[in-house]
T-cell receptor
Framework: DAKTTQPTSMDCAEGRAANLPCNHS???????VYWYRQIHSQGPQYIIH???NNETNEMASLIITEDRKSSTLILPHATLRDTAVYYC???????????FGTGTRLTIIP | ETGVTQTPRHLVMGMTNKKSLKCEQH?????MYWYKQSAKKPLELMFV???????ENNSVPSRFSPECPNSSHLFLHLHTLQPEDSALYLC??????????????FGQGTRLTVV
């Protein structure tokens, strides 16, 4: 699986949009971009995934650049409960043997 | 509640003890996983089971012994552990079957402390 690069930490004001970047410059054509998050002392939670088109669900939006070398996870209206470590992972579809990096620690500020 | 239940949530054991971690999923998935999360380190995949068969063992020491009696249950048997084995042990499940693949669902984890 290709590697990803994420900022170590970010802050975002409550109610604002949180934009979490991820670089995956070595992604191959068949690899998807997955996002998971881990709230303190809990197991990781799936958020969203995509191949090349932008995706949106009830939790977030995923914007993937045209060259697929980077992506941005958007939480449109961040709440305090969104404080967590967010992991960007690239993997082949259906391959749930996920390789987690260190992720981005997002802190939502009241 | 993710549909993946791990017990116990917390465990303290001595280095000479034998204990087991249990994972149960009620999602009808055919693949189950054990991950280890040590302090300040990324999650590490330990074992993968698909249709009850072990398909991956990521060079895990033999003091960790997995067991998958059916596709709904997964155990991790522990014996003669070391203090550095203290970590959060996470179980996950997913459905892997061509176009019906799903994302991974994780349990809450077992916080293990080896003394």
């Amino acid at each position: 699986d290709a590697k990803t690069t994420q900022p170590t930490s970010m802050d975002c004001a409550e109610g604002r949009a949180a934009n979490l970047p991820c670089n995956h410059s070595t992604i191959s054509g068949n690899e998807y971009v997955y996002w998971y998050r881990q709230i303190h002392s809990q197991g990781p939670q799936y958020i969203i995934h995509g191949l090349k088109n932008n995706e949106t669900n009830e939790m977030a939006s995923l914007i993937i650049t045209e060259d697929r070398k980077s992506s941005t996870l958007i939480l449109p209206h961040a709440t305090l409960r969104d404080t967590a470590v967010y992991y960007c992972i690239v993997a082949y579809f259906g391959n749930e043997k996920l390789t987690f990096g260190t992720g981005t620690r997002l802190t939502i500020i009241p | 509640e993710t549909g993946v239940t791990q017990t116990p949530r917390h465990l303290v054991m001595g280095m000479t003890n034998k204990k087991s971690l249990k994972c149960e999923q009620h999602l009808g998935h055919n693949a189950m996983y054990w991950y280890k999360q040590s302090a300040k380190k990324p999650l590490e995949l330990m074992f993968v089971y698909n249709f009850k068969e072990q398909t991956e063992n990521n060079s895990v020491p033999s003091r960790f012994s997995p067991e998958c009696p059916n596709s709904s249950h997964l155990f991790l048997h522990l014996h003669t552990l070391q203090p550095e084995d203290s970590a959060l042990y996470l179980c996950a499940s997913s459905q892997e079957s061509g176009d019906m693949n799903t994302e991974a669902f994780f349990g809450q984890g077992t916080r293990l402390t080896v003394v």
